[in-house]
């Protein structure tokens, strides 16, 4: 029944009614809208900058873990895209992820003068 199951899953992939329209940070409780400029799926808070440990490869929702994805930097990729450094708090995972349009421009200078490149790379 495996099957079944994935075909329906990516028909309400395509943007139909089921679709969540925000969700609300658990870092510092504000509301996100989960369209973002510039990115295709919003995985982190424009706000705070802070993520969720819910996925294994991107926007798979696919990890158990659930924990806060902190930002602990910023990477600038060599096409000159910044993405924006998570850590898990509880698992200490590490993913990039790319910047929204929207997202905090102060908190993202804070970030990039912080740089993690020793740190990761
Ligand atoms: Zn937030
Ligand atoms: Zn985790």
Do not use: W
Request: aromatic share 6%; net charge positive.
């Amino acid at each position: 029944m495996a099957q079944a199951r994935q075909s329906q899953y990516q028909k309400a992939e395509d943007g139909k009614p089921s679709r969540v329209t925000s969700f609300v940070c658990r870092n510092c409780g504000k509301k996100v809208p989960i369209d973002a400029p510039g990115t295709q799926n919003r995985n982190h808070c424009p706000f705070c900058l802070y993520s969720r440990h819910v996925d294994i490869g991107i926007g798979d929702r696919k990890s158990n873990c659930r924990g806060m994805m902190k930002p602990v930097g910023v990477y600038r990729k060599k096409d000159g895209e910044l993405m924006i450094v998570h850590q898990c708090q509880s698992c200490g995972y590490v993913s990039k992820n790319r910047v929204a349009g929207d997202d905090n421009d102060e908190l993202l200078k804070e970030l990039e003068k912080k740089g993690v490149g020793d740190l990761l790379f």
